[in-house]
């Protein structure tokens, strides 16, 4: 566990580093905000951040947003106000945890982060068999590639291996392909020399040589662009990469897994992906089914959702009746274990200390009688006759971004999530809520909706 905190509260957090490190953590302390990027833009990873709530939060999570690093950020602060809890939240901060700190706490906290990084939740026998062939393979240093549906958990199956590898022990790291632009993946993987290119102030060690000695992930690899895509298949044939503007080769100590939701095969075909590359990639194929194929996993899922998002907003212990576990596990979950987790926080808010009810799921039909009596056609039906109507007089581009707007708002500010849904790429839904943050309209905040999503007011 390598966690990074930011700032004093009057010793509160020097005391919680303390906490920290009797738990086996490696701590790094950082007092301001500016000096924590300096240390996450060196290269330097971590799994955890905790910082100050006095301290500039937003100005934090948009330069790890910036930087292009995955990392959750709990704030804290000694103010028992609540809303200095929601602004903290608002500003991109996953938790808010009350200071002084409780060695119980600060013990849950790291076990939570390290737990959600490796545990795998499952009763299905199709993920049991997954788990064993994962396990099997996991000690060996053979490439995986980890292919299905976005959302199916990929990147947990992934964390997995490592977790069961003899490599454990090594940072894992992972780089999302589609989530970065094509002109600046390479740096991302490889690092560049200071001076190699425009704002290039610095020398900055790539993905590659942050997890020498671990494992690299790349996922959603079938993004990657043909030239980069020779590059690496060089540096998994010979274990060496060059920085970008570098004049030596640097030998690298990884192991490679990837993910992707395409049929990467097709896409050979269509010469999108390099053939050699893809061969080299899937020594391992471990195939995900849907979670609609795994109907057991997902009351377990459910359940496991329920508890985590209830404690986490200090609701009493809420729980599922069985009839409502059957409309679950009868749900098609396109968006899969991904769209399961975002409706189980929406029910747990929507219901606070009351039972859950599956009004509050706002569930999609799946050929079924909804509570209105209407069939899941007849529903479409009607539901497209209103749309229809809503829509006369506006112009293509209004839909499209109150279309856009509204699923962000549905997957709780989820990008990924909701590029699937809308069938677009995570890179084109991404220059469009750029565009509509420039134009002054309210975007969804990851984990978030806006102030008064249309289908709210």
Request: overall charge negative.
């Amino acid at each position: 566990m390598r966690l990074l905190i930011i700032g004093s509260l009057n010793g509160q957090l020097t005391l919680a580093t303390k906490m920290a490190m009797a738990e086996g953590a490696k701590v790094v302390h950082a007092d301001t905000v500016v000096q924590a990027l300096q240390v996450l833009n060196g290269g330097t990873s971590f799994d955890l951040v905790m910082v100050d709530v006095t301290l500039q939060v937003a100005d934090l999570v948009s330069g790890i947003t910036r930087a292009r690093i995955h990392l959750d950020v709990v704030a804290c602060g000694i103010d028992p106000d609540a809303d200095v809890a929601v602004a903290a939240i608002k500003a991109g901060a996953k938790e808010y945890i009350p200071l002084p700190p409780e060695p119980k706490l600060i013990a849950a906290i790291l076990k939570a982060v390290s737990q959600e990084s490796a545990d795998i939740i499952y009763a299905d026998p199709k993920s049991q068999a997954l788990i064993a062939l994962a396990e099997q393979i996991a000690p060996s240093e053979a490439t995986v590639l980890i292919t299905g549906e976005s959302g199916v958990g990929k990147e947990v199956f992934a964390k997995h291996i490592h977790a069961k590898s003899r490599r454990a022990k090594a940072p894992f790291i992972s780089l999302n392909c589609a989530a970065i632009p094509e002109q600046l993946l390479e740096s991302e993987l490889f690092g560049h020399e200071k001076g190699a290119f425009t704002g290039a102030g610095s020398r900055r060690i790539g993905k590659f040589e942050e997890a020498d000695g671990g494992t690299l992930l790349l996922d959603e690899i079938s993004e990657m662009d043909l030239r980069l895509q020779a590059k690496l298949l060089r540096a998994l044939q010979e274990r060496v990469i060059d920085r970008v503007g570098g004049s030596k080769p640097i030998p690298v100590d990884i192991r490679i897994l990837a993910t992707s939701n395409l049929d990467l095969m097709k896409a050979v075909a269509e010469n999108r992906f390099r053939e050699d590359l893809y061969y080299r990639l899937n020594v391992v194929n471990l195939a995900i089914p849907p979670l609609r194929e795994r109907p057991l996993d997902v009351v377990v899922l459910a359940r496991h959702f329920v508890k985590k998002y209830g404690q986490v907003n200090g609701f009493t212990l809420q729980s599922l009746s069985p009839q409502l576990e059957e409309v679950l596990m009868a749900a098609p979950w396109q968006g899969n274990v991904r769209e399961l987790e975002n409706a189980m926080h929406r029910a747990v808010l929507l219901s606070g200390e009351s039972p859950i009810s599956e009004a509050v799921l706002n569930l999609p039909l799946n050929g079924a009688t909804s509570a209105s009596g209407l069939t899941a056609s007849s529903h479409a039906a009607h539901m497209a006759a209103a749309t229809t109507q809503n829509m006369v007089g506006r112009t293509v581009a209004d839909v499209e971004r109150e279309l856009i707007l509204e699923t962000l708002d549905h997957c709780l500010g989820n990008r990924t999530h909701a590029s699937n849904i809308l069938g677009i790429s995570i890179r084109t839904l991404r220059n469009k809520l750029n565009q509509y943050t420039d134009e002054g309209l309210d975007v969804a905040a990851p984990g978030g909706q806006r102030t008064a999503p249309a289908y709210l007011s």
